[in-house]
């Protein structure tokens, strides 16, 4: 069955420092894949997604992600956190459904 | 362009009583998705429209859960009657279709069941 790990509950990092969050899939093909953010509060919104092609992918707020078949990950980085990147951080695989991981918790000090 | 609407955002009943939640799309969007968000969990679906067709509803609980989306646009979840363990957090999203592979979420409906 499709599946979505993310084995991070929560991560701590300064303002500054760089970011990466882990994410790993289990899916037959090449899945759609997607990174959502949450704020407290608020409902998630799309950080990025990738389909097929350039496997090192874009997405808002200066973050990107790199899909990496070999290794069944696609893991998101930020090179500089800011403080109001605090939130929670989901990553999800589409097959003929959105299928979430637990999420990660990210905590910024100044 | 106004978000996906949902309401209440809160709402706090007693156990065996009935609550329902409403959700309005972003306007054009075909496909309207009711989640279930447990504390410390990812959302996982509870069903799928396209249009008013509910085309996913495999994990619905059918026996206390209920929904609809007449003509197309706007959807209702039901619960009758709550049960403790239904205390969550239920999102609607929305997007233009299934192949979009971009959903829109709205705020959510926190519900605490006593």
């Known amino acids: 069955a499709q599946s979505v790990t993310q084995p991070d509950i929560h991560i701590t990092v300064s303002e500054g420092a760089s970011l990466e969050l882990r994410c790993n899939y289990s899916?037959?093909?090449?899945?759609?894949l997607f990174w959502y953010v949450q704020s407290p509060g608020q409902g998630l919104q799309l950080l990025l997604k990738?389909?097929?092609?350039?496997?090192l992918v874009q997405g808002i707020k200066g973050f990107e992600a790199e899909f990496k078949r070999s290794q069944s990950s696609f893991n998101l980085r930020k090179p500089s956190v800011h403080w109001s990147d605090a939130a929670e951080y989901f990553c999800?695989?589409?097959?003929?459904?959105?299928?979430f991981g637990t999420g990660t918790r990210l905590q910024v000090f100044p | 362009e106004a978000g996906v609407v949902q309401s209440p955002r809160y709402k706090i009943i007693e156990k065996k009583q009935p609550v329902a939640f409403w959700c309005n799309p972003i306007?054009?969007?075909?496909?309207l998705y009711w989640y279930l968000q447990n504390l410390g969990q990812g959302p996982e679906l509870l069903i799928r429209?396209?249009?008013?067709?509910?085309?996913?509803d495999s994990q619905l609980p059918k026996d206390r859960f209920s929904a609809e989306r007449l003509k197309g646009v706007d959807s209702t979840l039901k619960i009758q009657p709550a049960e403790l363990g239904d205390s969550a957090v239920y999102l609607c999203?929305?997007?233009?279709?299934?192949?979009?592979?971009?959903?829109?979420f709205g705020e959510g409906s926190r519900l605490t069941v006593l």
């Open positions: 990738y389909f097929s092609g350039d496997t």
């Open positions: 429209y396209e249009n008013e067709e509910a085309v996913d």
């Open positions: 999203a929305s997007s233009l279709d299934q192949t979009s592979g971009e959903l829109f």
């Open positions: 899916y037959g093909a090449t899945p759609y």
């Open positions: 306007s054009g969007h075909n496909t």
């Open positions: 999800a695989v589409d097959t003929d459904k959105l299928i």
